[in-house]
């Protein structure tokens, strides 16, 4: 028989590109050279006895020796580091920059053909998820452009597409489909090619072919980045999205830990892992939009949540992860198994040591919430002047060391309406606390607020579970991917109260941001590591912090570079400017790709640290994006130094 002895049972039907099988070759036992297809190759995975998916796939030594006594054309390409002849580690040492479609080195559509059939059909050529819209595109279908332009701001269009991600800034607002009739459709800063990982062998595969070929390769889960680190122009991408196990484990122990927890595959999304935690009984830690990737970007970046008062940030439930390393090997993190990385991937960031499969989280048990809600108007025309409505916000603000010690989870916005201000607070809460509680932390506020006449009216709930809390109304509709919108932030620490006019020269200094357009979205909370956390590498900034408050603006379609480049400095230099004396820190996962010392505002005293660990398991730098732990080394070629888009070559920064 000439084929190989995996169960035919995983082959997977419909590979997405032509097969020039012929030029592709195996040689059987008996010697006999035949085509490589889908008939005569399975993929390459070993069946690994006693795992779930997705680790009951891998790729193994026992696998590539197979696929290498076959003779399999261009096997070598998908090896291990460690067994990687001389030649292919050069193809990532030579290079300048990562391979890019059109240099010599690209992978010919032959090698993206055998790449293709070792994964099980899992790779997709990428199509911009606009291109429907674009007649000349050869995909172009009105209804499908209807439904997505109609989509267009819902977090799912995105997520369960290949390639889209929620700021299109960073991918060059190419291929748009609102823009199909007047533009057209490029790849910008999107990948050239994904995987579509429903197993771990896949992630393998991707992860040694794009270090033995030096291509750019990066992750791609839901696409909420607000940096643009889950785009690359000419990279290779794993997509995470379809590992969706959810699994309940009533009793698990490590060495600081002992009770329930949750598995969950690296696509669960926060809204998934909150219905799921219901049925289960208990409480999950995650975000407050439903369609953020709990296991991905949001717990690798730390992840805040409305329990995080509670129990901390979304990196300190995690009790062990599931790996495949930049040598392509597959291994577990925990407080007894590759304790750095453990200490690293809990907060360190996304797309830099690895590509997580999935996670074991802490699960806590059922509680009460109590809380508010308001909407508050200011300005000509509203119950509240201006100057009311600020000395209002100071009085609030001034107490949040208290509200944060008390549990609180503050989460409101306020935009400029022009003549003044929409303040939602939506909602704030305590995880625990019985709603009379509630009533009487905030009657002091509520009391200087009724002596200096605001006018404000909040809207009172109790639940005695969190996902009743979070599905009921009292947060907002996901709403994502606005053209034309830049973000930052920062984290502003308990010391910042201590001396009163610090304390109001800062508040002046966030007011003054506010007053010259800027949203901002703020947090009051302590996400302060509950005792007996394992030490993690989660931004030392978080600890402290009492206030996270978001800030950015958009600007109008069209205008020129001169003026694109004013609004940028605009944020990063002079708004930013202003605040990073009171906050030097800010959250990688909501911050500004332009932050001039991001290591300091990003990781704090964890950098030196996560760089160590970066250098030793990913020495070649396999995983890059933009403001990760050693991503000083590269650059993308042609940007200028205000704006950072992933629409060009990632290049070496010569030194
Ligand atoms: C509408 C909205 C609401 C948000 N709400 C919150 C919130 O309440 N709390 C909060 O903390 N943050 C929040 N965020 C920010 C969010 O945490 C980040 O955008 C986060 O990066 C999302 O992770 P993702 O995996 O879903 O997204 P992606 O954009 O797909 O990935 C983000 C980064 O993580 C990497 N990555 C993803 N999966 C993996 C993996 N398996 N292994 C290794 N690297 C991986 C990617 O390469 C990329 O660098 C929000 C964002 C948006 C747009
Ligand atoms: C490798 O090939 C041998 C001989 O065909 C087979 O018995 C074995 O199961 C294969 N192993 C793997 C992991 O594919
Ligand atoms: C790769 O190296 C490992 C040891 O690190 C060895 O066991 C394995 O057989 C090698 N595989 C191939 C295909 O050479
Ligand atoms: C493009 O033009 C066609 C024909 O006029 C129209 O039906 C369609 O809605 C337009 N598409 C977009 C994205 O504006
Ligand atoms: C929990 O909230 C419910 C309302 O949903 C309320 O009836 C109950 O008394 C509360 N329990 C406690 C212990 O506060
Ligand atoms: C508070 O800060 C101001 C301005 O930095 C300083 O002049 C003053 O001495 C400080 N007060 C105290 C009590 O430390
Ligand atoms: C979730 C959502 O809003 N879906 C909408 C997508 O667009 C179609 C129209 O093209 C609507 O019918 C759906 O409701």
């Not at 291994?331 to 453990?342: G, Q, R, Y």
């Not at 003044?420 to 995880?431: D, E, R, T």
Request: hydrophobic share 40%.
């Amino acid at each position: 028989m000439a084929v190989l002895s995996l169960p035919r049972a995983l082959l997977l039907a419909g590979a997405a590109l032509p097969l020039l099988g012929f030029a592709q070759t195996i040689t059987t036992q008996e010697g006999e050279v035949i085509p490589a297809n889908e008939i005569t190759v399975a993929p390459a995975a070993e069946v690994v006895q006693d795992e779930p998916e997705p680790a009951a796939l891998q790729l193994t030594d026992a696998v590539l020796a197979n696929l290498t006594a076959y003779q399999l054309s261009n096997i070598e390409l998908f090896l291990f580091d460690s067994n990687t002849t001389s030649t292919s580690v050069k193809r990532t040492e030579v290079g300048d920059c990562k391979v890019y479609p059109g240099d010599a080195r690209w992978p010919s559509r032959l090698v993206w053909s055998v790449f293709n059939l070792l994964s099980g059909g899992a790779l997709i050529e990428t199509v911009p998820i606009g291109a429907v819209c674009y007649p000349n595109s050869g995909v172009y279908d009105s209804a499908k452009c209807q439904n997505i332009i109609d989509n267009w701001t819902q977090s799912a269009t995105h997520a369960s597409d290949p390639t889209s991600v929620m700021s299109p800034l960073f991918q060059g607002e190419t291929c748009m489909p609102q823009n199909g009739n007047s533009s057209h459709c490029t790849l910008g800063g999107f990948p050239s090619y994904a995987v579509k990982a429903t197993s771990v062998y896949q992630i393998q595969l991707a992860v040694n072919f794009a270090r033995n070929m030096g291509l750019r390769l990066i992750v791609k889960n839901t696409g909420h980045d607000f940096l643009g680190k889950s785009l690359g122009a000419g990279a290779l991408s794993i997509w995470t999205h379809n590992l969706k196990t959810i699994k309940f484990k009533k009793s698990v122990k490590t060495p600081s830990y002992s009770g329930p927890a949750i598995e969950l595959g690296a696509g669960v999304q926060v809204g998934e892992l909150y219905a799921a935690a219901n049925e289960f009984g208990v409480t999950a830690v995650g975000g407050e939009c439903k369609g953020v990737g709990v296991a991905g970007g949001y717990s690798a970046g730390g992840g805040h949540s409305p329990l995080s008062s509670k129990f901390g940030l979304g990196s300190d439930q995690i009790l062990s992860l599931d790996v495949v390393l930049p040598n392509g090997r597959f291994v577990t993190a925990s407080e007894t198994e590759n304790e750095d990385l453990f200490w690293a991937l809990r907060g360190g960031g996304g797309s830099t040591f690895g590509v997580v499969t999935s996670i074991l989280v802490k699960a806590h048990p059922k509680m009460n919430f109590s809380g508010l809600t308001w909407t508050i108007m200011a300005g000509p025309d509203t119950a509240n002047s201006n100057d009311v409505f600020w000395q209002a916000m100071y009085a609030y603000w001034a107490k949040f060391p208290e509200f944060a010690a008390k549990g609180s989870y503050g989460y409101g916005s306020i935009f400029p309406t022009g003549t003044g201000y929409m303040w939602s607070m939506n909602p704030w809460l305590v995880p625990g606390m019985a709603l009379a509680d509630f009533k009487a932390m905030v009657q002091p506020l509520f009391d200087e607020w009724t002596a200096m006449g605001f006018s404000f009216t909040p809207v009172f709930f109790e639940h005695d579970n969190f996902y009743d809390t979070w599905s009921t109304g009292h947060f907002p509709t996901e709403a994502v991917a606005n053209s034309n919108l830049r973000t930052a932030s920062r984290l502003f620490p308990r010391s910042a109260w201590a001396n009163e006019t610090e304390r109001v020269a800062m508040f002046d200094a966030v007011r003054s941001v506010v007053e010259e357009g800027s949203a901002l979205i703020q947090y009051n909370m302590n996400p302060a590591a509950p005792a007996g956390t394992p030490a993690s590498g989660a931004n030392s900034h978080w600890r402290d912090a009492v206030w996270f408050g978001i800030m950015g603006t958009g600007w109008a379609p069209g205008i020129s570079q001169a003026e694109l480049e004013a609004v940028q400095r605009k944020i990063t230099d002079d708004w930013m400017g202003r605040l990073r004396p009171y906050g030097p820190g800010g959250y990688m996962n909501e911050g500004d790709v332009m932050e001039p010392d991001f290591a300091e505002a990003f990781f704090g005293t964890n950098y030196d640290r996560l760089l160590q660990i970066k250098r030793r398991v990913d020495p070649y730098d396999v995983f890059w994006a933009p403001t990760a732990v050693g991503s000083e080394r590269w650059k993308v070629a042609g940007q200028p130094d205000w704006l950072t888009l992933q629409t060009g070559k990632l290049c070496k920064v010569s030194n």
